[in-house]
Each structure stands twice: as C-alpha cells, then as structure tokens.
C-alpha cells in the first residue's frame, strides 16, 4: 500500500511542476501589467461578490489582514474602489469596482482570455472536452480539502439542531422568548412529518464536520414555495456563506418550476435583509407583533417572483 501511495505522490508532483509551468506562461501577460497576480483576484472578487467587504475577502483568498488593508487603500487611492457603510450596521464597509476599477479588471481579463485561447487553438473539440472534463474533475475531488465547508441534504438528526440553535441563538441575540422557539419547533417538526422530497428541502452547511448554518424552501402550492429556517452560526458570518445557500434555494425553486418565492422576517435582521434584497426579494407586508419579545417586532414578508 505504501508502494502504491509513493507513486501517487511522485505523479501527483510531476503534474504539478508541470502545472505550475503552465500557469506561469499564463500569469505572464498579467504580471506585465503594474498588477500583481494577488491585487487582479481582489478585483475579481470584489466584482463578483455581492455586498462584498475586506473580511470576506481575507476569510476567501486567505490574505493577510494588514496586506488586504494595504491593497485596499492602494485602490481607493488609484480611483479602482469605493467603499460605503452599510445603512444597518455603520461598522460594515461596502466594497464596489468603480467604472475606472471594472475597465482595468476587463482589460486584464481580456489578455488572460486570450492566453488561454492560444494554449488550448491546437486541440481538437473532443480533446479540448475530455481537458475540460479532466479539470472538473479534480477540482470535484480535491474540494473537500481544499475547502471544508460544504452544503448537504438534511438529514434526520439535524431536525433537533436546527430546533435547538434556533432557540438559543434568537434568545440570545435578540431576546426572544421560548414562545419563538416552541413555535419553530411545531413547524420544523410538521416539515418533517410531512417531507415531499420531490418539492422541498433543508439544506446544512457544515464546516469540518460541524453544522455552521442552514436554509430551507416549503412547497406551500404547486407554484409557490416558502423560504423558511435561514440562519447562521455567528463566526461564520461575513465569509460569503449567506450567499451560497442562498444561490442553493434560488437554483432549486428554478429547477421545480416554483413561480413565486416568498419568506417572513423580522426587522431586527439587518444583513440578512439586505442579502434577501440583493436577490431581489421586495418588502411587500409589515405587521407587529409583541408575543416572542418583550419590546414590540416588526415581522415583514418579502416575495420574489422568479
């Protein structure tokens, strides 16, 4: 067995020095420019990442708090970013490409593009699939070390979980009653109950094995699903989490062939409203209520018509 790992390792080195080559006769035309490979993953980040911040980007391309902060302040200076503070929490800072910051990041692009486009001319069409197949491949079976938070199907033992970090983290964070908590209970228990697995679902996030987070969509009829059960564990938060389960639940109801989407919560949720408005949900009912905490919450519902 030894034998055989020796000569996985000894395979596994030589494509990567070869690889490693390729990716420099790639990276060159990039490194020609007044950018650094690491400078041109910021850009791209902060393009495509919605509501981005510097914490996002730190926990994403594992940079160095103080080397970010350097990188930013470069770019704010040179006209590429703008940073805003979020309207709900003044300690979180918006990052977005201005047209000068889109313009430099496109042109970068472009040459990499192109680049690629002269590697791969001498391959056939089969040949050019069978390199893409092989490239998806390894990165579908390298990811689980590579990044350890993935996102699964629910299964019968996370039930008490979600019922339990429920209770706790809204008592916690927001003072809510055990009133909450019996409430959520009677639902996720009824879910279950009655689970249609063609039409609905609970998705987990788990990082090293641990539960970090989890969202569900409820079939309510044959065009309208509820968004329900979105929550997060707190050191999780600001890392882009939120947006891939919600990239999950959006994709799902579009392969059921749900119509409408819609989702009840309360005004205290500031990040998370601002994540349900930037997939275009809209505010559409508000209504008090005074029976989970003592002072008195705005519950609101949100629709998205896909």
Known sequence: MKDKHDLAIKKIR???????????????????????????????????????????LIHKLDIDRGYMSR???RFEK???????NSIDDRRMVILHLTSEGKSILAGLEEKSNNQIQKLINPLTEDEEE?????????????????????IRRFESEDIEHIIKRHRELYALEYGFSSSFGDYV????????KNFDESRENIWVAE??????????IVRVDENTAQLRWFLIEPEM???????????????????K???????????????????YKSYGFKLTETQENNTWRKEVTKEERWNLDL
């Open 237 to 255: 938060r600001g890392k882009g989490l939120g947006h891939e389960l919600m990239k999950v639940v959006i994709d799902f109801c579009k392969e």
């Open 71 to 73: 990188i930013l302040k």
């Open 130 to 150: 069978k390199l893409v197949n092989a490239m998806n491949y390894v990165t579908r079976i390298l990811s689980p070390d590579i990044s350890p938070v993935k």
């Open 257 to 275: 062939n749900y119509k409408h989407v819609f989702l009840w919560t309360v005004n205290l949720l500031g990040a998370a409203r601002h994540l």
């Open 14 to 56: 030589r494509f990567n020095r070869f690889y490693t080559n390729v990716l420099g006769l790639l990276n060159q035309h990039i490194l020609d420019s007044s950018y650094s490979l690491t400078e041109v993953r910021i850009l791209l980040e902060i393009d495509k990442i919605d509501r981005c911040t510097a914490n996002i």
């Open 185 to 192: 209970e009677k639902i996720v228990r009824e879910f279950d």
């Open 207 to 216: 990082d090293h094995g641990k539960v970090v987070g989890e969202i569900a």
């Open 78 to 84: 040179s006209g590429l970013i703008t940073k805003e």
